[in-house]
């Protein structure tokens, strides 16, 4: 087995943030549940783009806000994502390249526009996701470079793959030739309720060995097990995947392995400006530190420290370079 | 004389920023002026995004970051510009509108795309600005509406107007409403290198009584005069134009009337992450105070309270309400 080009290959829905401050009224006038994703079609978000403030725009979409961050590690990332050929197709790749991104997926002419998730930001930093799926729509196995997956150590999807019709397919596609390839195949569980929409599905790929790195949330973790307790959670998980990184907000994560659970505190954090994207670099800093050798800890280390960073300020992706604050919290790379 | 139903409408060139962070090498690198703004045509915007890093996407022209401050001080604000029909269009139409802020200008179709500047933000919060003005080259007399104009106290018009062709027009046609309906016309000089492509013409309008209050900063001050003397610069400004304010960075600003000259000191600021907005929006707060009757000085209190407010994050418009800001600091309105 040659030594991978890449880091990391994430694959995912190709979105662009449109980020606002919202009031908690906003959100319950709107029917919407506080820090989950909500699919929406093309009409819901005109009205609900009428009915919100104003708005900045960044790139976004999970698995691109993680090969975001492993390149601001100094990781070498790829990402295979569908946008239009329109103008915030423009920006997404733009942003993608911008960071040294390998991104070569064709672009879709002549359909959807490119996808955009209005994040409403309320005051406790919580974002609560409007997600209007677009071009992502339209990602199908064709998408899929053979010799991009093959090149990669990881291979990282999204959950949220499961909504667009054609992108499971493509999923599987690259989780098969990833492990043809001897390389390692993750998925991040995404959201709550995308749990809930794929459970048996998600714990199928666990259970048939597609899933080598599992990543979740305390929510996402509990709403697989449908148990309140997070315990009981993690003692099943470890049961159903041979490795897991789970963020449990404020307290940091647990890194859930055969030989046990370690748990590695947060960073604390003056303000919480906005959690977008906490998750999303999180799993950046882990697979960063997975696909260079480090040991379990130091990489749930360095998601801890990427986390933190976005956590700090409005938009998914970091401000400052990740590499640098691993540096001066004493990491060699 | 009835009372206006605006305090201000801001007239300028509708333009959705691109901001990014630069080193000062990239500014070197690719000739260009710190601090000042750049006009692009399509190839070289093409070719400077290309080169430059990851970005965010906000609403920003300076006209139209002003009636955003107003708008936030809880004025009332109208807003002419020409932006296309695109997406970016969308963005920027639906940021004003979102604000309070009246944006009734038809929209141009089939011409080139909507304007965007690409701002490099350097390490000391300085910005430089490369603007590709696309559907802004298409305001003319035709978008002045006569009845936003009557109704509003102040009509405020950008030097940058002078750029596009016919936009000069359609700010004479706006003055002479303006004027006609017995309401106040203000310019801002917007950029040294604007004053010095139109130096003799708007010394024209200040002397032939177009112009009833000027706002500039220290450079496009002495720009406007030829002179490295700030002190020369403000003496002959006090013979040419009934009122003004000039901001002189960290210092505050002055304000420059036929009785004399006050000086109003800026808000401190604990870091300086954005210089972009910070003279629209002290134009926001002075305008906004003018309109409700405060004196000058009062004004420009307000003024500097807006400018510390945007310059401490990245992005021209204000992110927390400046009536809120303002109420803190024992205003009352």
């Given at each position: 087995?040659?030594?991978?080009?890449?880091?990391?290959?994430?694959?995912?829905?190709?979105?662009?943030?449109?980020?606002?401050?919202?009031?908690?009224?906003?959100?319950?006038?709107?029917?919407?549940?506080?820090?989950?994703?909500?699919?929406?079609?093309?009409?819901?978000?005109?009205?609900?783009?009428?009915?919100?403030?104003?708005?900045?725009?960044?790139?976004?979409?999970?698995?691109?806000?993680?090969?975001?961050?492993?390149?601001?590690?100094?990781?070498?990332?790829?990402?295979?994502?569908?946008?239009?050929?329109?103008?915030?197709?423009?920006?997404?790749?733009?942003?993608?390249?911008?960071?040294?991104?390998?991104?070569?997926?064709?672009?879709?002419?002549?359909?959807?526009?490119?996808?955009?998730?209005?994040?409403?930001?309320?005051?406790?930093?919580?974002?609560?996701?409007?997600?209007?799926?677009?071009?992502?729509?339209?990602?199908?196995?064709?998408?899929?470079?053979?010799?991009?997956?093959?090149?990669?150590?990881v291979t990282y999807l999204e959950g949220y793959l499961w909504d667009?019709?054609?992108?499971?397919?493509?999923?599987?596609?690259?989780?098969?030739?990833?492990?043809?390839?001897?390389?390692?195949?993750?998925?991040?569980?995404?959201?709550?309720?995308?749990?809930?929409?794929?459970?048996?599905?998600?714990?199928?790929?666990?259970?048939?060995?597609?899933?080598?790195?599992?990543?979740?949330?305390?929510?996402?973790?509990?709403?697989?097990?449908?148990?309140?307790?997070?315990?009981?959670?993690?003692?099943?998980?470890?049961?159903?995947?041979?490795?897991?990184?789970?963020?449990?907000?404020?307290?940091?994560?647990?890194?859930?392995?055969?030989?046990?659970?370690?748990?590695?505190?947060?960073?604390?954090?003056?303000?919480?400006?906005?959690?977008?994207?906490?998750?999303?670099?999180?799993?950046?800093?882990?697979?960063?530190?997975?696909?260079?050798?480090?040991?379990?800890?130091?990489?749930?280390?360095?998601?801890?420290?990427?986390?933190?960073?976005?956590?700090?300020?409005?938009?998914?992706?970091?401000?400052?370079?990740?590499?640098?604050?691993?540096?001066?919290?004493?990491?060699?790379?």
């Amino acid at each position: 087995m040659t030594e991978p080009k890449f880091d990391a290959l994430c694959i995912g829905n190709a979105i662009v943030d449109i980020l606002a401050r919202a009031e908690d009224d906003f959100i319950v006038a709107e029917d919407l549940h506080k820090g989950t994703m909500h699919l929406i079609d093309a009409e819901r978000a005109e009205s609900l783009y009428a009915a919100m403030g104003p708005a900045i725009e960044a790139s976004g979409g999970s698995a691109g806000n993680t090969a975001a961050g492993i390149a601001s590690f100094g990781g070498q990332a790829a990402f295979i994502g569908k946008v239009a050929d329109d103008q915030l197709g423009d920006v997404y790749a733009h942003d993608m390249r911008a960071i040294g991104v390998h991104f070569g997926t064709a672009r879709l002419t002549g359909g959807a526009p490119t996808a955009r998730s209005m994040i409403l930001i309320t005051p406790d930093g919580e974002r609560t996701m409007n997600t209007y799926l677009g071009a992502c729509q339209a990602l199908s196995p064709a998408d899929i470079d053979e010799a991009v997956v093959s090149d990669a150590a990881v291979t990282y999807l999204e959950g949220y793959l499961w909504d667009p019709p054609e992108a499971k397919e493509a999923f599987r596609r690259a989780a098969a030739i990833a492990h043809a390839a001897g390389r390692k195949v993750s998925i991040t569980l995404s959201d709550p309720f995308c749990v809930d929409r794929f459970r048996d599905e998600f714990l199928g790929l666990m259970r048939d060995g597609t899933i080598d790195i599992l990543f979740a949330n305390d929510s996402e973790l509990r709403s697989l097990y449908e148990t309140a307790s997070l315990d009981m959670a993690v003692a099943a998980l470890a049961g159903d995947c041979p490795l897991s990184a789970v963020t449990i907000g404020a307290e940091g994560a647990l890194v859930v392995a055969r030989d046990g659970v370690k748990k590695i505190p947060a960073v604390p954090v003056d303000t919480v400006a906005d959690l977008t994207g906490a998750g999303d670099l999180f799993a950046a800093g882990f697979l960063f530190g997975f696909a260079r050798g480090m040991d379990h800890a130091d990489s749930a280390r360095l998601g801890v420290i990427a986390a933190a960073e976005v956590i700090g300020h409005v938009g998914p992706r970091p401000a400052v370079s990740l590499a640098d604050l691993a540096r001066q919290s004493g990491f060699e790379f």
